[in-house]
């Protein structure tokens, strides 16, 4: 039918799919209730992820990545969900942390960030969050003052997954507050940075494998 959509799979798809789906049964179903009632990351699990290519899903491969498009995503997260949601939000999370790098990072900084998480099996943080600021972004008081080449962060991140397991954290923070949206900035933190803080481990009703905490600066 002229103009008409297909919107089964394709057999690259479906073998997506496939591979997710018996690797959530196999790897990620047994660990599941002991993650939860642990409210901890197996340590090895993501590690596992990265082996079978379904690590950083949104970088291309060329950076360690999968490679994936929106809907290879989609299909890789609704199956590692049903072995535990814990793991799909962790993965998601990453994915959602490496956006901003790959919109507007240089070529040095994918290089330098982005394989230690598809290839080393790291996770990501996305900050943007805060105790004030919710989907209002334009409203974040964290801020970021250049001090010759460098900046000082200061602010606090609320409800951030991934809190205290990621390799490096996409810090959203305001360069000049009177320009509101316009002068906020995204910032990569590695971990380790001297001054970046973890507050404490939220409990939650659900999804408790997932790492979800404040972030100080």
Request: aromatic share 8%; charged share 25%; proline share 4%.
């Amino acid at each position: 039918m002229p103009g008409s959509l297909d919107y089964r799979f394709t057999s690259e798809q479906l073998a997506l799919q496939k591979m997710a789906r018996d690797f959530a049964r196999q790897e990620i179903s047994p660990l599941a209730l002991k993650m939860d009632e642990e409210e901890e990351m197996d340590p090895f699990l993501i590690q596992r992820l990265a082996e079978y290519g379904l690590q950083s899903l949104n970088t291309p491969v060329e950076y360690g990545g999968s490679g994936l498009d929106a809907v290879g995503i989609c299909i890789v997260l609704e199956e590692l969900a049903k072995g535990c949601a814990s793991v799909a939000v962790t993965s998601a999370a990453t994915a959602l942390a490496a956006y901003p790098l790959l919109l507007a990072g240089t070529d040095e900084q994918k290089k330098r960030f982005l394989p230690p998480i598809g290839e080393g099996g790291g996770l990501a943080s996305f900050c943007l969050t805060e105790a004030e600021a919710g989907s209002d972004a334009a409203s974040i008081t964290s801020t970021a003052v250049r001090y010759g080449r460098e900046y000082v962060l200061n602010g606090a991140k609320a409800f951030v997954s991934n809190g205290g397991s990621a390799e490096f954290y996409l810090v959203f923070a305001s360069t000049d507050r009177a320009k509101k949206a316009k002068g906020i900035s995204a910032f990569v933190v590695p971990r380790g940075t001297p001054g970046l803080k973890f507050g404490k481990r939220l409990r939650k009703m659900g999804i408790r494998a997932a790492d979800t905490r404040e972030i100080i600066l």
